[in-house]
């Protein structure tokens, strides 16, 4: 039932009171957002040799403008019927209370640095490009990119990058049936397949690996319905001029196979997840009972695009580093929990280093590892790094010796393909003298591998 509006509240006709407190002064809201800015990780300079501030010179400010238009990134409808909840947010008193806030968040460094360049992803294509050369560097950024973004839907950072580079390593080895199988419940992946620390999600199957699929199957981001997935997807891109052997792509998707493609960078199209909603004030305005604290709709996508956007420039960024410096500035009084003002490549640094520290691997093989999706690949400083982990959870479980050493051959069976007779661990375990004896061409391996092994630990600092 539409109402009256309360003291305050700058949209119209609102199905309810304020759901969140969003319409205070704007000083006072971006004062406490401040206070909720984390320091800089060290990890983002180990990891990707830059600061926030050269994300910032990257990113021009918040001003630098994507080439990939709204129609281009979610399929905006020809005839569009519009919303009208979206059109009861599309007042002047909510657009200057956004101005307001945007102006205010402005004046804030930390605010306006981290937010205003989280989208920015130029050193991880640079990198692959120095791995791989222009034109093997972006079909592979698109893919990492795209898994990542994939993995967003319903899901904090802190479970996309994980889930997403799960399902990135996953693909990569041919082996995505696995995550569809096995990822939707968290521990099982883990179970089946040895990685670690990847979380569950409720609509594994629905909101992230149909889209998933879509993607390896057809090449593009068709079976994502609602516009939240693909605008983020887009405007984590790099802009052509950044990434050379691009430029001379038609605009567009450039399909080069299923599954490779350039998804062109975007800053028109706001990523209009459920904290942004809240921020606009759309729970006031939507009716509901249900939906009303969720990511933006397609019509609601099309209606405000138009009336955002100026907003936007207004206030001097593109829509995209408007939207997040937006959402950061409101993110507490929406129901964000984590600090703010870290950019995503930021925390996919510190992942990185986490998943190093855990492994016992330098920086820079993890790094690689993980942006190029082979970690776990067989050989090459990929398998070596899987060798010292697997070797060294072993021995701490076993304490050593025949057991500790039989479990490695046949861990390295399963994971890194080694050709050896599963009969060694048998006829250790209880198997009987004839299983044993089948095992002894294994057994003669040990010594080599042990060799091996130790190798590893001292080119990469690993205890085995």
Known sequence: MVRRASPGQTVRNPHRDPLYDIYGDPREIVGEAAQRVAPESPHLRDVF???????????EGGRRRGAAPPEEVISL???PRGSEAAHNIMTPRNEQRILDILGEASKVPGLRVGMANWYVSDPIYQRLERMYGPDEAARRFTALNAFVGMSS???????????GLAAHHLHTQGRFRDFERYGGESGLLETMTGLQGIPGHPYHSTSQVS???GFIEAGDLSRMRKPKVRSYIHASSVP???????????P???????GALWLRHQTSTPVGDSHFSRILGLSDTREGPYGIESSWSRPEAQTLIPWFNPIARHAGYEPVPAQAMLWGAGSH???????????KIEILADHIARRAAQEGVPLEVMRDDILS???????????????LRENAMLKSVTGGGALGAALAILTRGRFRQRPVSSSIGVGLLGGGANQVASGMQDMRDLKAIREEDDELARRYGGKT
């Open 153 to 163: 839907a319903g899901t904090p950072v802190h479970h996309e990058i994980p889930r």
């Open 333 to 343: 009084r929406t129901g964000v929990e984590t600090r703010i003002g870290a950019p």
């Open 240 to 250: 052509m001029e950044s990434a050379p052997g691009m430029s001379d792509m038609p």
């Open 49 to 59: 040799g830059v600061t926030r501030g050269d994300l910032d010179a990257i990113n």
């Open 252 to 258: 567009g998707l450039q399909a080069t196979g299923p």
């Open 373 to 387: 999706g082979r970690s776990y690949d067989v050989g090459g400083k990929v398998g070596e790094a899987q060798a």
């Open 211 to 213: 889209p998933m699929r």
């Open 77 to 79: 409808a020809p005839t």
